[in-house]
């Protein structure tokens, strides 16, 4: 299950573009939108249920076992329990099975109820002859619907999925999804079917309209033989190389060391090599919090840093060399965020993007 998707899913569907909670103003409220959103709020409202109700039974039994004095059980039914609020992996005990066929069960249901309210809307656009966002409504009930499947991991996959999209956003976040009005779009890019690629005129980087500090961005990306791309952020767009960070997005095995797909661009090589050959899609979440940045390419973990770990011009933080001539520690902790196209073709998808509020 994609990050963004469940992230969608969870806060509200990607009905309609969320905008920052300063600049809203009032609406009428869209009856298309509140049927949906009733139904996805039904679905994380059953999985808080099962999540609460096997608390519970962890709990009895630790106080019963407690009471009995078999302290070794006491310790590891808590940790059971604190590896599952984590992760939301269930316990493996068959003491538990009961847990995930009703977990199963009422996933199920709120999965139908989700499945209904869409078929509603959709045959209400379609009625109304708007096949346009009729489809759009297809399109994304097929995506939504297909990542949730509650015999996976007996119901508690959506509770997996849910601690994964949450995990380390411990602060009030603001979602949006970014493309296209998130963009300066210009004559060298294309958006169509929600996929951002360089037009037959391509060239130079898509910049977002606003500047970011500390946030955290999804996103799908496909590489073309031989490519050299980047995502640039907290970056001056009138000087990104050297007023900004860059993730370089390239061809595997195209370079080495610290500008393999996934580096912080001549600062720090990726813990492993993670990006699927060219061609084929990679996801990729980049998270920024004051000096700490941490990405993950495809499932996997590739930077865990704190810029204030570089505190020399001209050098990394392990002593060697980069192109830098400030300090990183030293660079502006807001900017913009930029897509690169830098000779071939590269696209990109499914871009999300959630303010961090510290």
Not at 68 to 93: M, S
Not at 277 to 303: F, Q, S, Y
Not at 339 to 349: C, D
Request: net charge positive.
């Amino acid at each position: 299950m994609r990050w963004g998707i469940i992230a969608v899913l969870v806060l509200g569907c990607g009905v309609g573009l969320a905008q920052k909670a300063a600049a809203d103003a009032p609406k009428e409220a869209d009856p298309v939108q509140e049927k949906i959103e009733a139904a996805t709020q039904r679905y994380y409202e059953a999985i808080e249920k099962i999540e609460k109700d096997l608390c519970r039974q962890i709990d009895a039994m630790v106080e019963n076992y407690a009471n009995r004095g078999d302290l070794e059980i006491v310790l590891e039914l808590q940790n059971q329990k604190k590896q599952f609020l984590e992760t939301g992996y269930p316990p493996a005990a068959p003491v538990f099975v009961s847990n995930r066929r009703r977990a199963q069960i009422e996933i199920t249901k709120a999965v139908n109820r989700m499945d209904r309210a869409y078929s509603e809307v959709i045959t209400q656009l379609t009625r109304k002859r708007d096949f346009e966002s009729a489809a759009q409504m297809r399109d994304e009930r097929r995506e939504i619907l297909a990542t949730i499947d509650p015999k996976i991991g007996g119901g508690f996959e959506a509770i997996r999925q849910i601690k994964l999209q949450k995990l380390g956003l411990v602060k009030q976040i603001i979602e949006r999804k970014f493309l296209p009005d998130g963009l300066h779009l210009n004559n060298q890019w294309v958006i169509k079917n929600g996929v951002l690629y360089p037009s037959q005129n391509p060239g130079g980087i898509i910049w977002s309209r606003d500047s970011f500090e500390n946030f955290e961005i999804s996103f799908e990306y496909m590489t073309s033989p031989n490519c050299n791309s980047g995502i640039f952020f907290r970056a001056d767009p009138s000087n990104p190389i050297q007023g900004g960070f860059e993730i370089q997005l390239a061809s595997p095995g195209l370079y080495s060391g610290k500008q393999v797909a996934g580096s912080l661009y001549d600062a720090k090589e990726p813990r492993t090599n993670a990006a699927n050959p060219d061609g084929e899609w990679n996801h990729m979440t980049l998270n920024c919090e004051g000096p700490n940045i941490r990405a993950v390419l495809n499932g996997r973990k590739i930077l865990d840093l704190s810029i204030s770990d570089w505190d020399t011009p001209g050098r990394n933080s392990d002593g060697t060399k980069n192109k830098f001539k400030t300090a990183l520690k030293d660079l502006p902790r807001k900017g913009h965020i930029g897509f690169q196209y830098h000779g071939q073709a590269v696209w990109f998808r499914q871009v999300q993007i959630k303010t961090l509020s510290l």
